[in-house]
């Protein structure tokens, strides 16, 4: 038998270039005519911006404060215009404590700061050292927080003023405060990086498991894979449009943390991209994993709200330290791609390109990737076989 006339193993590799790219296409006009993908894709991501960078700030400005002054002197007048003129505090005036106490307890004020009469004495070197009385509600212990440190920093800040001005010896050592990358403390400038990959979780896991498990439960999937296509080039062709997809959002999110919010960008483009594609590598193959295996929209939802929005929105760093957790969490916190991102994504923003801690980023998000793809793939065969 010539060469010729022995049959052939599998079809051509321009036959298998063509199928695959009628995937892709495929794929790509039920991206565009399901009005759900672009409402998850570009809505919900904006929606979730704006939240994450009007409606959610952790820091503490213009915080009401009841401000009680019990002896009117030019000393305690001079210490209390100090409190007025702070931009961390919103401030009652008051003479008696007792009339904010009930504005504590029902939280119309977070702290009560109180000068004593026998202030003005003690500063003049009458008495004792001189001390104010602050009063807060430790049942917020971070705001509890916050107004007792500005509140020092407020009267340390008038005490060397007063000093300078009085010519009093001042302290031998002097602290200057220096915050690199984010002078301002602007919650917002590591709040909405960090919201990037929260939206990118929901367009590459929820919106790809979603979208795989609808085509399962009508049918169109086992009708497809009675064709000649393969397993590995039918999640390929549903990988692209939807890694596209994701590209796409991150974009308008970036473009939006620029321009809206006023987010400074330090990196490059590249890494920006390049982190972005190594992230939504486990986020599409984890999607694909969870339709796979349930081949239920609402099931598959649910899944991948549970095992991937809550995680990286909690187990992440994005909102909460992950130091600051129990041992055991800490070590599931490794599995969180999302773990990944988010700090290379910050420091892509405000810090620049640190090429050492995003190669191992890359790495690890690339790892998780491979192995999701290679579990949805077997599960998909087994699932038609």
Do not use: H
Request: with cysteine; hydrophobic share 55%; aromatic share 10%.
């Amino acid at each position: 038998m010539s060469a010729a006339d022995r049959p052939r193993s599998g079809p051509p590799p321009s036959g298998r270039a063509r199928r695959f790219a009628a995937l892709v296409r495929k794929e790509s006009y039920q991206i565009v005519r399901d009005p759900s993908s672009i409402l998850i894709a570009f809505v919900l991501p904006l929606v979730l911006l704006f939240i994450f960078g009007y409606g959610v700030s952790l820091d503490a400005v213009r915080t009401r404060v009841g401000l009680v002054v019990e002896a009117a002197t030019p000393v305690t007048q001079d210490l209390a215009a100090s409190f007025r003129a702070s931009r961390y505090f919103d401030v009652v005036p008051g003479r008696d404590r007792r009339q904010f106490e009930e504005d504590l307890v029902f939280g119309r004020v977070r702290g009560i700061v109180v000068i004593p009469a026998a202030f003005a004495g003690d500063e003049a070197g009458r008495g004792g050292v001189p001390q104010i009385q602050v009063i807060v509600d430790g049942s917020e212990p971070n705001t509890a927080s916050f107004v007792q440190n500005y509140a020092q920093g407020v009267v340390a800040t008038w005490a060397a003023q007063r000093g300078a001005e009085t010519a009093r010896p001042s302290s031998p050592i002097a602290v200057e405060q220096r915050f690199w990358f984010n002078p301002e403390l602007a919650s917002r400038n590591f709040l909405v990086p960090g919201s990037i990959a929260i939206v990118m979780t929901l367009v590459g896991t929820l919106l790809t498991s979603l979208v795989v498990a609808r085509e399962w439960e009508r049918g169109t999937m086992e009708a497809m894979m009675a064709t000649p296509v393969t397993a590995a080039e039918l999640l390929a062709g549903k990988i692209l449009p939807y890694f596209a997809l994701g590209l796409a959002a991150m974009t308008l999110c970036v473009l939006a943390a620029v321009f809206v919010f006023g987010v400074p960008f330090r990196g490059s483009i590249v890494a920006l991209y390049a982190l972005s594609a190594s992230f939504l590598m486990p986020a599409l193959g984890q999607g694909l994993l969870i339709s796979a295996a349930t081949k239920n929209q609402f099931l598959a939802s649910q899944l991948a709200l549970l095992s991937a929005f809550l995680p990286a929105f909690l187990l992440s760093g994005f909102l909460f330290e992950i130091g600051s957790m129990p041992r055991a969490i800490q070590l599931v916190t490794w599995i969180v791609p999302a773990r990944y991102l988010i700090p290379s994504l910050q420091s892509v923003f405000l810090a620049g390109d640190i090429w050492p801690m995003f190669l191992r980023a890359i790495g690890v998000m690339l790892a998780m990737g491979a192995l999701l793809f290679v579990l949805a793939a077997r599960s998909t065969a087994k699932r038609i076989a």
